[in-house]
């Protein structure tokens, strides 16, 4: 079953709007990861966050994982067509068994 | 290094046939795993390995299914019999616990099951 939730499923933005997608777990997570994939591609890594409430940048995008490190969110500011892809989260509860969520598909128009 | 390699990236085959997917991860990385894709489904743990042993093979969906790793630098996928619902693309990706467990993950394999 489903181990972590990721909402939205889309989001359709217009260049330059903001985007923020979520991922949730029931369990705690040890530390959790962000991957984006371009239509056609393979997952690539993001960034990685082990500490609660624990917040990174990355130029327009920002990471941040939740007090009871069950939660997690990354935020686009002002996105750019390159920003188009579909963007997971993968929780790592043990050992080196990620949990992908589903993924949030992102499209931009210009 | 020049990434994880998996081969073929392209297969097309009939119901019934066997299908065998391969993986070259990247040197040095003691852990290798197998995803699926769809679109149903998502990105779904099949198995994984550490130093070449299996440790967790409870995704692999039936006994059609079966992975190898008999070297550090090989791993396969095999499907026998394949049906239609195989169809996917089935990612090969590897980590090491010095790299942060970081997936890195290989072009995939698109098979598609007629």
């Known amino acids: 079953g489903q181990q972590v939730m990721q909402i939205p499923q889309y989001q359709h933005v217009q260049e330059g709007e903001d985007f923020t997608t979520y991922c949730n777990s029931s369990t705690t997570l040890s530390n959790i990861q962000w991957y984006k994939q371009r239509p056609g591609g393979h997952p690539v890594f993001l960034i990685q966050l082990v500490k609660s409430g624990e917040v990174k940048k990355q130029k327009r995008l920002t990471f941040q994982f939740g007090e009871a490190k069950k939660n997690s969110s990354l935020h686009i500011t002002a996105t750019q067509t390159t920003d188009v892809g579909t963007y997971f989260c993968a929780g790592l509860r043990n050992f080196n068994k990620f949990y992908f969520g589903s993924g949030t598909k992102l499209n931009v128009k210009p | 290094d020049a990434g994880v390699i998996q081969s073929p990236r392209h297969e097309v085959t009939e119901m019934g046939q066997e299908v065998t997917l391969r993986c070259k991860p990247i040197?040095?990385?003691?852990?290798l795993f197998w995803y699926r894709q769809t679109m149903m489904r998502g990105l779904e743990l099949l198995i994984y390995?550490?130093?070449?042993?299996?440790?967790?093979d409870s995704g692999m969906p039936e006994d059609r299914f079966s992975a190898k790793m008999p070297n550090a630098s090989f791993s396969t996928l095999k499907i026998q019999p394949s049906e239609p619902r195989d169809s996917a693309v089935y990612f090969c990706a590897s980590s090491s616990e010095t790299g942060a467990n970081v997936l890195t993950f290989g072009a995939g394999s698109r098979l598609t099951v007629l």
């Open positions: 040197s040095g990385h003691d852990y």
């Open positions: 390995f550490n130093n070449n042993v299996p440790i967790d």
